[in-house]
């Protein structure tokens, strides 16, 4: 019982704070927005760069990406193609990665602790 008395405590504390939280989560997103992770493949052949709020920046080929992609047989251009979707997919999990880590730092500075799971869905 004294459990569910503490979280409900909790609870209107958080409300009574949360133009100040929601301010804080602006701030958050705008880091993020302007943090950059890269993703890479093929050993560095192809790489991409995300933006921490979910958005792709650029894509960088070797030269020797685009020769497979231009002249090559299919199967080579079906490994190009895999190449970028591989490099844009590992940028992606980092920026997710650097979100969580963002909001839970974010969270924790505000008294608020999120385990794990929580952190990963939100991001």
Known sequence: ???????????????KDLPRLQAQMED????LANTKVEGSSGGGAVRAVACCDLRIDSVTLDPAVFRGIANGSAS????ANRMIAEAVNDALQ???ARM???IGRAAKESGIDLPPHI???LA
């Open 1 to 15: 019982m004294f459990d569910k008395l503490k979280q409900a405590s909790q609870l209107a504390g958080m409300l």
């Open 28 to 31: 958050v997103r705008a880091r």
């Open 76 to 79: 080579d251009q079906a490994y």
């Open 94 to 96: 980092r920026a997710r």
């Open 100 to 102: 969580a880590e963002e």
């Open 119 to 121: 952190l990963e869905k």
